[in-house]
Every structure is written in structure tokens, then in C-alpha cells.
């Protein structure tokens, strides 16, 4: 079944310009942000719409 599978990783709720992999690595602006990461998934042969799951977030001290 043909699917996608996308990552957007969020800091403080606002995409982070390139972070689209499923891994994040940390950087100085994420310092006392909250970071979540946004996972899209669609599977063409069902014809329904994609789902969007949001991680919780996660707090860097």
C-alpha cells in the first residue's frame, strides 16, 4: 500500500525552517523552548484524508 510519511518539528508550536527528518538535532535557539515534532501520515489506497499526530512537547533547560 503506497504511504507517506512526513516530519515537521515544531519550537513552541512554530515549524523550524528545515526541520523536516525524523530526527532533530538540538540547537542554541531551542534553549527554554518547548520542541514537539509534528508526524503526517497518508496511505493512498484508503482515500481518506492524512492524519496528523503531534508529539507532547518536550521542554529544553
Same mark, same amino acid.
Given at each position: 500500500m503506497?504511504?507517506?510519511? @512526513?516530519f515537521r518539528w515544531e519550537?513552541? @508550536?512554530v515549524g523550524i525552517?528545515? %526541520?523536516t527528518a525524523a530526527t532533530y538535532k538540538l540547537a542554541a %535557539?531551542?534553549?527554554g523552548a518547548k520542541i514537539?515534532?509534528?508526524t503526517l501520515v497518508k496511505v493512498y489506497a484508503?482515500?481518506?484524508? @492524512?492524519?496528523?499526530i503531534v508529539? %507532547?512537547?518536550i521542554g529544553i533547560g
Open positions: 503506497p504511504t507517506d510519511v @512526513g519550537r513552541n @508550536g525552517t528545515g %526541520a %535557539a531551542d534553549k514537539t515534532v509534528r484508503t482515500g481518506l484524508p @492524512g492524519v496528523s508529539s %507532547a512537547p
